[in-house]
């Protein structure tokens, strides 16, 4: 078994045991911690799911390097991507559903060596959904293969996008803007308020487009592998190259299609990771 075999197995069985973790817990009464703003919260399931993923991994890969939302967050430390291998980890992507028993939150966790993709993995143990991806091996859910939509056309596009956690005006007002001028022109916009699940449904078909200003290396790492092996593409919104630290990302079925929705977006530069 290659030594990435051995992270892909080890990873797979920690997530399904803090899969448990969040579905023991999305229906009780929780301890709610505010971070950076009031709507940017953290839960202690949140801190035990990091805990035991970093755990689990530094157990038999004490060499291995993290970056993970809630440490982060505790930690105030600089995010910095080396080329060493680093787990980038979301605990709970859709604190916000998990915190209102809204089913629709996961686990993100990617293992990133080089700066390159090798595993992504993003699973919502609470409605069953385990979207696993390999740099090369294709994007599956529960197992069984799945890609794209073909779309290229704007006018039959189905968009995920999120208006976010930050209230900061010029933001709120470019994703309203970027709203009413998309509105007109696709077939509709979808928000499953968490970034993972959403490129997810984009990796399955279900979606054509996903794309957001403001989230995280944690919120995206993973789904980016995933939409790639499904045949998709992950782009910057002003349709460059992808860049994890950026706190932007669009990723779509086609590049045409991405290049489309690039156009008529008004551009936010958040804070870089
Ligand atoms: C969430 C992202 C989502 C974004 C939310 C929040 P969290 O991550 O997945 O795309 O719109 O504001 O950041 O905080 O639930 O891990």
């Given amino acids: 078994m290659s030594n990435l075999d051995e992270c892909y197995e080890t990873v797979i069985e920690l997530v399904k045991e803090s899969g448990q973790l969040i579905r023991e817990n999305i229906c009780k ?9 009031d709507v940017d919260l953290v839960t202690e399931t949140d801190r035990q799911v990091e805990k035991l993923l970093i755990d689990g991994i530094s157990a038999k890969f004490p060499e291995h390097k993290f970056i993970g939302e809630e440490t982060t967050a505790e930690t105030n430390k600089k995010v910095t991507l080396t080329d060493d291998p680093t787990w980038i980890i979301d605990p709970v992507d859709g604190t916000m559903n998990f915190v209102h028993s809204l089913p629709h939150t996961c686990i993100s966790i990617a293992l ?3 700066k390159i993709a090798e ?5 919502n143990p609470v409605l069953e959904q385990f979207f696993t991806a390999r740099k090369g091996k294709g994007a599956f859910l529960n197992g ?10 704007l006018q039959k596009a189905l968009i995920m996008n999120e208006l976010g956690t930050c ?8 994703t309203i803007d970027n709203l009413t001028t998309l509105t007109p022109l696709i077939h509709g916009t979808r928000s499953l308020g968490s970034a993972a699940l959403n490129m997810c449904m984009v990796a399955m078909g279900g979606a054509d487009v996903n794309y957001e200003f ?3 290396a944690w919120d995206v790492a993973a789904g980016d592998l995933i939409v790639r092996e499904a045949g998709g593409v992950c782009i910057d919104p002003a349709g460059g190259n992808f860049d994890i630290m950026s706190r932007r990302v669009l990723c779509a079925s086609t590049m045409p299609l991405a290049q489309k929705v690039a156009k008529v977006l008004t551009q936010y530069y958040p804070e870089r990771d």
């Fill in 214 to 216: 403001g989230i995280h």
């Fill in 144 to 153: 069984k293969p799945i890609h794209v939509s073909q779309e290229t056309e």
């Fill in 167 to 174: 209230r900061d005006p010029e933001k709120l007002r470019i």
């Fill in 112 to 114: 990133w060596i080089d």
């Fill in 29 to 37: 009464q929780k301890n709610i911690l505010i971070k950076s703003c």
């Fill in 119 to 123: 595993i992504g993995i993003v699973y």
